[in-house]
């Protein structure tokens, strides 16, 4: 009687762990590498962007995330390599502030199986409002000058 209760208890904690909860909550365009044009560097700490988005969501919204790429080696790196590029729409310094993590998704570029967006305050003297932009430090994309920045040369 004992090893039935033991057997039938297992399967049922089985069953339970099987179902786990995906960390979904961003959209299929959060996650996935796309990258069709190598990064070029301005020196170790920036990248040269040369390409204004078109897309007015980009970097601003949790579902169009600037993807740096990276990982847990370089994708911090990286996220300060882009924010480190850009200026203010008239070429003004910028300067930002990791605010956190967010929205979380599915990604094959951690070993979990899951990643973060970090969320940046970013602003510069003059500026009216301060910006928030989602960076994905698992997955790389195509990199591009956010609308309302320029970027340095």
């Known amino acids: ?22 960390a979904t909550t961003a959209t299929a365009s959060t996650s996935g590498d796309s990258r069709t044009v190598a990064v070029t560097m301005l020196n170790n700490n920036t990248y040269l962007l040369a390409t204004a988005s078109a897309d007015e969501r980009y970097a601003f919204s949790k579902d169009f995330p600037v993807k740096v790429g990276g990982g847990f080696g370089e994708g911090p790196l990286n996220e300060r390599r882009f924010l480190n590029a850009l200026l203010g ?31 940046y305050k970013v602003y ?23 609308k309302g920045f320029t970027a340095k040369q």
Not at 7 to 20: H, N, P, Q, S
């Open 1 to 22: 009687m004992r090893v039935i209760a033991l057997m039938l208890m297992a399967a049922v904690l089985t069953g339970c762990a099987a179902k786990r909860k995906s």
């Open 89 to 119: 729409p008239e070429g003004q310094l910028v300067h930002y502030t990791r605010m956190g993590s967010c929205c979380g998704f599915t990604t094959p570029n951690s070993p979990m199986g899951t990643g973060l967006l970090d969320r």
């Open 124 to 146: 510069w003297e003059g500026a009216t409002d301060t910006s928030y932009l989602y960076l994905n430090m698992y997955d790389k994309a195509d990199l591009f000058i956010p």
